[in-house]
Nanobody, 122 residues
């Protein structure tokens, strides 16, 4: 069974940093585009960042551009989301996702993680 497992979430004060990791199990995702999404209570799931499998091109939501950085290490089969200067409005459950092709900024990925909580206190 294919799984995406997120780690690195938790509670942090505003202005702090966290690094999320996503480590797939069951198969390699080296030829999959990878994305991070988040969902706050009462809100729809929204795109945060994505990275392509071949050129490692990166894409970000306007709200996190310049603050968050997505990267991947195909040798370790792991994707990262470095989050700096966190704000209370970044509080959400963060999801890792994978898809072989298609639009990167819509939640129509083939595989999803179970999500991990990130809470930013003011």
């Amino acid at each position: 069974q294919v799984q995406l497992v997120e780690s690195g979430g938790g509670l942090v004060q505003a202005g702090g940093s966290l690094r999320l990791s996503c480590a797939p199990s069951g198969r390699t995702f080296s030829t999959y585009n990878m994305g991070w999404f988040r969902q706050a209570p009462g809100k729809e799931r929204e795109f945060v960042a994505a990275i392509t499998w071949n050129t490692h091109s990166t894409y970000y939501a306007d709200s996190v551009k310049g603050l968050f950085t997505i990267s991947r290490d195909n040798a370790k089969n792991t994707v990262y989301l470095q989050m700096n200067s966190l704000k209370p409005e970044d509080t959400a459950v963060y999801y890792c996702a994978a898809r072989p092709r298609g639009l990167l900024n819509v939640p129509e990925y083939n595989y999803w993680g179970q999500g991990i909580q990130v809470t930013v206190s003011s």
